[in-house]
Structure formats: structure tokens, C-alpha cells
């Protein structure tokens, strides 16, 4: 049963920072690649940054690429989503996903496992 839980979501203000982190369980965590998404309050679910199994190749959003980074730790089966120098437009829930194979994609339907999203608030 793979399950992942994300954590370190909240409110921030303009120019702040976060980092978000995701809880692995389940199936070798190092043979997946893994990706963030958001979604904001009437909009669809984008995608946000991605990472290789290996973590060796990693892509972000050209929106956000100067700003968010991801990263992971596959002794700790977890993945990260450093935020920077937050914008209100970035308001949204930010989910985890384990791709279904070793390299990574931006596209949702390449990820089939996702966890429950937490809330990021950045306040202008």
C-alpha cells in the first residue's frame, strides 16, 4: 500500500519562504520518480516541479524554476519543495505524486499515486 503525506504547508507572507515535504510508504521509493502539483480555488492542477528516481535530474515549472526547487532524500523516502521569495498567486494546495516509473513527466495522468495536499497561503 503506497501512501504519501505531505506536511509543511501554511500561511506566509509575500517574499517568504517554505519548504514542503512528502512522506513515503510503500513500494521502493528510490525505483520512482516523484513530482509537486498545485491546485488553486477554481483552476486545474498544475504541474510544479519534478524529480528522477535517482534525484540526479530535476524540472520546475518555467514559471517558477527561479524560485522553487525539489529535491529528495531517498534514505529518508522523502521529497522536498523548497519555495522562495512566495508570491500571493502561488495560494494553492500543493500535492505529491509517485510517478509510475523511474523518470519524470509534467504530466498528471504519468503519476498514479498522490497524497492529500496541503494548503499554502502566501498573504500580500
Known amino acids: 500500500q503506497v501512501q504519501l503525506v505531505e506536511s509543511g504547508g501554511g500561511l506566509v507572507q509575500a517574499g517568504g519562504s517554505l519548504r514542503l515535504s512528502c512522506a513515503y510508504s510503500?513500494?521502493?521509493?528510490?525505483?520512482?520518480?516523484m513530482g509537486w502539483f498545485r491546485q488553486a480555488p477554481g483552476k486545474e492542477r498544475e504541474f510544479v516541479a519534478a524529480?528522477?528516481?535517482?534525484?540526479?535530474?530535476?524540472k520546475s515549472a518555467d514559471s517558477m524554476k527561479e524560485r522553487f526547487t525539489i529535491s529528495r532524500d531517498n534514505a529518508k523516502n522523502t521529497v522536498y519543495l523548497q519555495m522562495n521569495s512566495l508570491r500571493p498567486e502561488d495560494t494553492a494546495v500543493y500535492y505529491c505524486?509517485?510517478?509510475?516509473?523511474?523518470?519524470?513527466?509534467?504530466?498528471?495522468?504519468?503519476?498514479?499515486?498522490w497524497g492529500q495536499g496541503t494548503q499554502v497561503t502566501v498573504s500580500s
Open positions: 505524486a509517485r510517478g509510475r516509473g523511474p523518470t519524470y513527466t509534467e504530466s498528471l495522468t504519468t503519476y498514479n499515486y
Open positions: 524529480i528522477s528516481y535517482s534525484g540526479r535530474n530535476t
Open positions: 510503500g513500494r521502493t521509493f528510490s525505483s520512482y520518480a
